[in-house]
C-alpha cells in the first residue's frame, strides 16, 4: 500500500517558470516531511523539510506548502533553471518514535527545465 | 566532513547467491537506515538500526538481514538472490536524540544486478 502519493509523474518547465509537485499522505501519524533530489547515479539529496505546525517553510528558491486538514502538502520550485532537472521525491514520516522513523517514499517526478 | 560511504558501487551476481553491502555513517551519526531502489520507482523502507539492534523493518522477506557495529557502520546480507532484488541499495544515516530523529542523509547507493 502506497502511504504517500506524488503527482505528476514528469513535468517540464521553461528555464524561469515555477515548478510544482504534489503529495498526500495517508498515515496521520506522520509528522515529518522532507523533499529530496535526485540526479541520475547518486543517492536522494534533502532539499527541504517541514512540520505539521507550520503551514510554509521556504528555503532559497525552494518552498513547501502543507495542508494538514487535506494531508497534503507540496513543493514550489521558483524560477526553475536547467540545473534543477532531477527526479524529486517526496517522503513522510513520524519524527518521534522510539520503534524507528522510516521514510515513507512518494514514487518521484522527473523534472526537465527547458532553457 | 565526510557523508555517508557505501561500498562497493556497483556488485554483480548470479540467483541464489548472497551478497554483503557496507555502510559508513555520517560523522556524529548513530543510526543507519537501509532503502531498496527500483529502477523508476521510490526507495522502499528494509529496516532501521540503532545501538546495534534492528529498531524497525519494513516488508521485506528474511533473507534480508543487518547489522550494526560498535562505531556505527552497517552491514546488509542478502540471501538466495532473486532476480528481483537487482536494484539501487540505499544507505541512510541520521542521529537520534530525546527529541526524535531526522534529517536523513543518503550515501550514493550499491547498484547490485542479479544475472
Known amino acids: 500500500q502506497q502511504q504517500v502519493k506524488q503527482s505528476p509523474q514528469s513535468l517540464i518547465v521553461q528555464k524561469g517558470g515555477i515548478s510544482i509537485i504534489n503529495c498526500a499522505y495517508e498515515?496521520?501519524?506522520?509528522?515529518?516531511f522532507p523533499w529530496y533530489q535526485q540526479f541520475p547515479g547518486k543517492g536522494p539529496a534533502l532539499l527541504i523539510a517541514?512540520?505539521?505546525?507550520?503551514s510554509e517553510k521556504k528555503e532559497g528558491r525552494f518552498t513547501i506548502s502543507f495542508n494538514k486538514s487535506a494531508k497534503q502538502f507540496s513543493l514550489h520550485i521558483m524560477d526553475s533553471q536547467p540545473g534543477d532537472s532531477a527526479t524529486y521525491f517526496c517522503?513522510?514520516?513520524?519524527?518521534?518514535?522510539?520503534?524507528?522513523?522510516?521514510?515513507?517514499f512518494g514514487k518521484g517526478t522527473s523534472l526537465l527545465v527547458t532553457p | 566532513d565526510a557523508g555517508v560511504t557505501q561500498s562497493p558501487t556497483h556488485l554483480i551476481k548470479t540467483r541464489g547467491q548472497q551478497v554483503t553491502l557496507r555502510c559508513s555513517p555520517k560523522?556524529?551519526?548513530?543510526?543507519v537506515s537501509w532503502y531498496q531502489q527500483a529502477l523508476g520507482q521510490g526507495p522502499q523502507f528494509i529496516f532501521q538500526?540503532?545501538?546495534?539492534?534492528?529498531?524497525q523493518r519494513g516488508n521485506f522477506p528474511d533473507r534480508f538481514s543487518g547489522h550494526q557495529f560498535p562505531n556505527y557502520s552497517s552491514e546488509l546480507n542478502v540471501n538466495a538472490l532473486l532476480l528481483g532484488d537487482s536494484a539501487l541499495y540505499l544507505c541512510a544515516s541520521s542521529l537520534t536524540n530525546v527529541g526524535g530523529g531526522q534529517p536523513q542523509h543518503f550515501g550514493d547507493g550499491t547498484r547490485l544486478s542479479i544475472l
Open positions: 517541514i512540520r505539521p505546525d507550520v
Open positions: 498515515n496521520t501519524a506522520f509528522d515529518y
Open positions: 517522503a513522510a514520516s513520524r519524527a518521534r518514535s522510539n520503534s524507528g522513523y522510516a521514510l515513507n
Open positions: 538500526y540503532y545501538e546495534e539492534e534492528e529498531r
Open positions: 560523522s556524529g551519526h548513530d543510526t
